[in-house]
């Protein structure tokens, strides 16, 4: 995880602390020194979006970000991207077949066979209004 740290120059301290802290937002503080091989699938995935968001970039694209996670795992990892949009004002895309994340959403496209069918933009998020 500290690799996206370490490519943009980030002080060794710096990049650890950073990456522990992250680790510990998705819920794998205490795996901070497991290896893949001695990770589940789902916390595997929530490496996965430890890595992509730890470096602060200004989009996130995911695809399927909660298909290996339980249902409280998947909430709380949309969740915290949910958070990062919100409070960071950052772009999140989330490419999805679980009609479950569409309760974070603030833009809805639809695509089928590989065409744009319809759009939709709910009113009222409830991610989005909670402080």
């Known amino acids: 995880m500290r690799l996206a740290l370490d490519v943009r120059g980030e002080q060794h301290r710096r990049a650890k602390d950073k990456s522990r802290q992250v680790l510990e937002r998705v819920g794998l503080g205490r795996k901070a020194a497991a290896f893949p091989r001695d990770l589940s699938g789902g916390e595997q995935q929530r490496v996965a979006i430890a890595r992509a968001i730890v470096a602060e970039p200004s ?17 709380a990892i949309m969740t915290i991207l949910a958070s990062i949009a919100r409070d960071h004002g950052r772009a999140v895309l989330v490419v999805t077949h679980d009609t479950r994340l569409l309760e974070f959403a603030d833009r809805i496209v639809y695509i089928e066979d590989g065409a744009l069918t319809h759009e939709e933009r709910p009113e009222a998020n409830v991610y989005r209004l909670r402080a």
């Open 59 to 75: 989009a996130i694209l995911t695809d399927e970000p909660t298909a290996a996670l339980d249902g409280v795992n998947g909430h």
